[in-house]
């Protein structure tokens, strides 16, 4: 983390995780175990029909809420989908872009991700764009190029004005919801690649500003080496953020004093 240069962020993914009647206890718990979170921005990103629930349960707390998609074109007919403007509406943040189980499940491309990415930020969204390499990929040892063909893929045409607000996560698919956390280093080398990109695409005050987070199967016990790395600033966290416990311990991990 680099609290001087830019914001630390916990972000959660619930997923298709939890009921909507569940959100409130699950906020009750969460504030008092992390009663003043001054260091770091959470954020809880759940389905969109529990962004209500979540925005009300979260009201009087400095959690935001997100949510885990969104659809590229302003409105019309695509039955089934949520626009920017519908987020915005009730009071939406955060939105997760190009997770790697909608580009698996959902035929998500770099095209569509690039495409969201943008309605996103037109709309004042913050997206959270998630990039990552596959096991293959990493023991192909391409992992390094393969990251730098997704955030510029993602990146295209994105002017860099609005580029401060992207927060990347970089998540290697092997260790989402495996228990196979990517070591600090690992995650870290990564992470400084993925800076090192964006100071080239963008320049060196854009790239020393923007929130870089590391997800995959992080937790309560890998968490406070992970936050320990300078280019790691946060964590987008999916099985760990559904237990208050684990997820407050996380943020307590990223929101101790000092730089
Ligand atoms: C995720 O889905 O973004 C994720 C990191 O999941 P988990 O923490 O469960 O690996």
Redesign the pocket.
């Given at each position: 983390m680099n609290r001087k240069y830019r914001k630390t962020i916990i972000a959660g993914?619930w997923?298709m995780n939890l009921l909507a009647s569940q959100v409130k206890l699950f906020a009750e718990s969460l504030k008092t175990l992390v009663p003043k979170a001054k260091w770091c921005e959470t954020v809880v990103c759940v389905p969109y029909v529990m962004i209500p629930a979540a925005l009300k349960a979260f009201k009087d707390s400095r959690v935001a809420v997100g949510a885990e998609n969104v659809n590229e074109n302003p409105k019309g007919a695509y039955t089934g989908e949520v626009s920017t403007a519908m987020l915005t509406d009730i009071g939406a943040k955060y939105v997760i872009i190009g997770?790697s189980?909608r580009r698996q499940y959902y035929g998500e491309t770099d095209f569509s991700v690039n495409a969201k990415l943008k309605a996103a930020l037109e709309a004042g969204l913050s997206p959270i764009l998630?990039v990552g390499e596959s096991l293959q990929q990493r023991e192909m040892d391409v992992t390094n190029e393969f990251i730098t063909y997704q955030v510029k893929a993602a990146l295209a045409d994105i002017p860099v004005e609005k580029i401060r607000r992207i927060v990347i996560?970089y998540?290697p698919i092997w260790?989402?919801?495996?228990g196979k956390t990517a070591t600090s280093d690992q995650a870290e080398e990564v992470c400084g690649e993925i800076r090192a990109l964006i100071r080239k695409l963008y320049g060196a005050r854009v790239a020393r500003a923007v929130s870089i987070l590391y997800?995959?199967?992080?937790?309560e016990k890998n968490a406070a080496e992970l936050l320990s790395k300078p280019d790691i600033d946060g964590g987008?966290?999916?099985?760990?953020?559904l237990v208050p416990e684990k997820f407050a311990a996380i943020i307590n991990a990223a929101n101790q004093d000092g730089e």
């Amino acid at each position: 983390m680099n609290r001087k240069y830019r914001k630390t962020i916990i972000a959660g993914n619930w997923k298709m995780n939890l009921l909507a009647s569940q959100v409130k206890l699950f906020a009750e718990s969460l504030k008092t175990l992390v009663p003043k979170a001054k260091w770091c921005e959470t954020v809880v990103c759940v389905p969109y029909v529990m962004i209500p629930a979540a925005l009300k349960a979260f009201k009087d707390s400095r959690v935001a809420v997100g949510a885990e998609n969104v659809n590229e074109n302003p409105k019309g007919a695509y039955t089934g989908e949520v626009s920017t403007a519908m987020l915005t509406d009730i009071g939406a943040k955060y939105v997760i872009i190009g997770h790697s189980e909608r580009r698996q499940y959902y035929g998500e491309t770099d095209f569509s991700v690039n495409a969201k990415l943008k309605a996103a930020l037109e709309a004042g969204l913050s997206p959270i764009l998630c990039v990552g390499e596959s096991l293959q990929q990493r023991e192909m040892d391409v992992t390094n190029e393969f990251i730098t063909y997704q955030v510029k893929a993602a990146l295209a045409d994105i002017p860099v004005e609005k580029i401060r607000r992207i927060v990347i996560a970089y998540e290697p698919i092997w260790a989402i919801g495996t228990g196979k956390t990517a070591t600090s280093d690992q995650a870290e080398e990564v992470c400084g690649e993925i800076r090192a990109l964006i100071r080239k695409l963008y320049g060196a005050r854009v790239a020393r500003a923007v929130s870089i987070l590391y997800g995959g199967s992080m937790n309560e016990k890998n968490a406070a080496e992970l936050l320990s790395k300078p280019d790691i600033d946060g964590g987008l966290i999916g099985g760990a953020s559904l237990v208050p416990e684990k997820f407050a311990a996380i943020i307590n991990a990223a929101n101790q004093d000092g730089e």
